[in-house]
Structure formats: structure tokens, C-alpha cells
């Protein structure tokens, strides 16, 4: 079944850019001037309103930057190709720190950090270090284990799936983890997984949800970014449950959600870009988790009392240092 969706998905994939092309660049800058302040720009690859992964890491920059009386610009809707030359606009126009916000961002990251080794650049979930290069990666494997813990506890067919974007690290190790907490359940259970190859391509991510709803999937799980509202939106057509990502997102599907994955990047921009501002940066990759207060797990009230209790029991085990959720960057088939 695997390999018949990933064929649909691709030729949907390459009839999307024959019939749109590429989508274009928007830059913006904060309407709160700093003045005497440091100059913040934030890198994102889809749009900054997106209820998901784009839209928390808007929020979390903007919150530090009041903080830290930083002025702020965005770059959204950027695709691969476009990395290097917004992280070069901004370094030469002067900007004190630009961050890139996913695994996507670390190489062109330091390609250009060459160049402009007095502007300090920050990539979250990338493995991305060197003197004036930082990575500040989230245990976002922890919020998918947990996630399969209650899928599986509240699957009555034993049959769950999860679909992600593209096959990053940041990305395969939520899947990962999403099938270890539920096989921690229940062995036998099968969990179908499915890659879109896209960000932002809702339709994608809906083929892929409805397809394993035909073949018998009853809870479905993304970490899609917005091509994972597609996926949120089959669940609800067919009627059955649906877990969110980064953001919460029980607005999209009040009645058929069962959590979302919330990843607190207020928590994570404040850290990266507090080092930056009080001089504290060092050029590594820092890993935050549970216990720091980076990720956590929004249960909904449609979660049973059974699965709300085995979550909690893993929440509190992985805070505690008990329960270690391992990393896998494992494709797996």
C-alpha cells in the first residue's frame, strides 16, 4: 500500500508544479520599530498564519524580540532554492541575527555564515553548527510518542497513520517516534505512513488521508505543517480521529481531534535569541525537550479517560528522565 500512495503522491506532486509553478517570496517588517535595537529576520518555508508550524515560530520570535527590543522581519513561503539568497539579503543588509526555522535551513546556513561571520545565524531542528552558526533542536519525537499512545488506545479498527511533508530528520523522527508510542500499546497495530513531498500542498496530504482511510485507518496523525490541514480536513469528511502539529489546532476539527503537539517555539526563540543578545552564543546544537518546557501534548476532551491516563503516565516518565524516547532518523518502509 505504501509504495502505490507514494506513487500517487508523486505524480499529484509533479502535476501541482507543472499547473502552479513555484510560489513567490514575501518579505515584511515589524510596525514596531526598535530603535537602538538589535536587527531580527526570520526565515520560514510556508505562511506565517498557517494555525501550524510557521505561525508558532512567527509568534515565538516576535515575542523575544519585544522582549529583547529586537525589530523583526520575515521571510515566508520560501522553497529550498531560496534559502541561501534570503539568508544573504538580510546578512548584507546589515541585519544582526537571521534565524531559519527548520531542518531545511542548516546548510545554506552556514554557506552564507562564511561570508558574514559578524551576523550570528540560528536554525531550529537543524544539525547546523560552526562559530557564529547555532541549531536549537526540539525532542518533538517525545509529543509523537506520546501521540501514539493515544491513537492506539482510542484506534478500535488497529489501524492508525501519519503523514509528514518531506523527508527530513526533524520530520522522520516524528513518524518514528508516533509508531513507537503506539506499537508500545499495542505490537501488533499497524501504522501506515505516508510522505507528501510538500509543505504547503493541502490536496496532497488530504489523497494520502483519504487513501488510508479506504484501507481501514481510524486515527490520523501529521506533521505536515499546512499541508497537514488537508489530512485534518479527510478526517473530519470521514468522521474519524485526527491528532494536530506545532500549533493547536482543535479549531480546524473540534469534534474529531484528540491532541496536537504543541512545539513552544516562545520558549525556544527566547533561549537562542537571549544567547545572542547577552552575549552568551556559542556555535552548537542544543537539544530541548519535556523537561525544558519546548514541547508538550494538548489532550482534547474527545480523548477517553483510559487513553488521557496512559498519555499522562508517559508525560510524566519522560519529564522525569524514566522514559526515553529514542531519536530514530530512520527511513523507515
Known amino acids: 500500500m505504501k509504495k502505490a500512495l507514494y506513487f500517487v503522491l508523486t505524480l499529484a506532486m509533479t502535476l501541482s508544479f507543472v499547473a502552479c509553478g513555484s510560489k513567490g517570496n514575501e518579505t515584511k517588517g515589524n510596525d514596531d520599530k526598535k530603535e537602538g535595537g538589535k536587527k531580527v529576520a526570520l526565515l520560514v518555508s510556508g505562511a506565517v498564519n498557517d494555525q501550524g508550524w510557521n505561525q508558532t515560530a512567527y509568534e515565538g520570535a516576535k515575542k523575544a524580540c519585544e522582549k529583547y527590543n529586537c525589530e523583526l522581519a520575515y521571510s515566508e513561503n520560501l522553497g529550498t532554492a531560496d534559502i541561501a539568497a534570503a539568508f544573504t539579503d538580510y546578512a548584507a543588509a546589515g541585519y544582526d541575527v537571521v534565524i531559519g526555522h527548520g531542518f531545511e535551513f542548516g546548510d545554506p546556513a552556514l554557506e552564507v555564515a562564511e561570508i558574514y561571520p559578524d551576523v550570528k545565524f540560528i536554525c531550529t531542528e537543524a544539525d547546523a553548527s560552526a562559530e557564529n552558526v547555532a541549531s536549537y533542536v526540539m525532542a518533538c519525537e517525545q509529543t509523537a510518542y506520546v501521540e501514539g499512545i493515544i491513537a492506539a ?34 505490537p501488533d497495530l499497524v501504522v501506515e505512513s505516508a510522505w507528501t513531498n510538500s509543505f504547503v500542498d493541502t490536496q496532497l496530504a488530504q489523497e494520502a488521508a483519504k487513501a488510508m482511510i479506504e484501507d481501514g485507518v481510524d486515527v490520523i496523525k501529521h506533521c505536515a505543517n499546512a499541508c497537514g490541514n488537508g489530512a485534518m480536513s479527510a478526517a473530519v469528511e470521514a468522521g474519524i480521529w485526527c491528532q494536530g502539529d506545532s500549533y493547536d489546532q482543535s479549531s480546524l476539527a473540534p469534534k474529531n481531534i484528540l491532541d496536537s503537539a504543541l512545539y513552544n517555539l516562545d520558549v525556544v526563540m527566547d533561549i537562542a535569541l537571549g544567547d545572542a543578545m547577552n552575549g552568551s552564543f556559542k556555535g552548537e ?31 510524566d516518565k519522560i519529564i522525569s528522565g524514566e522514559l526515553n524516547v529514542v531519536r530514530d532518523y530512520t527511513i523507515r518502509n
Open 153 to 186: 488506545t482510542m484506534s478500535k479498527s488497529g489501524k492508525v497513520g501519519a503523514i509528514g511533508p518531506i523527508q527530513g530528520d526533524s520530520l522522520v523522527k516524528i513518524v518514528n517516534g508516533f509508531e513507537d508510542g503506539a506499537k508500545s500499546v499495542n
Open 285 to 315: 546544537v542544543y537539544n530541548l525537550g519535556m523537561s525544558d518546557g519546548a514541547v508538550e501534548v494538548k489532550i482534547s476532551d474527545n480523548v477517553s479517560e483510559e487513553a488521557k491516563a496512559a498519555a499522562q503516565d508517559a508525560i
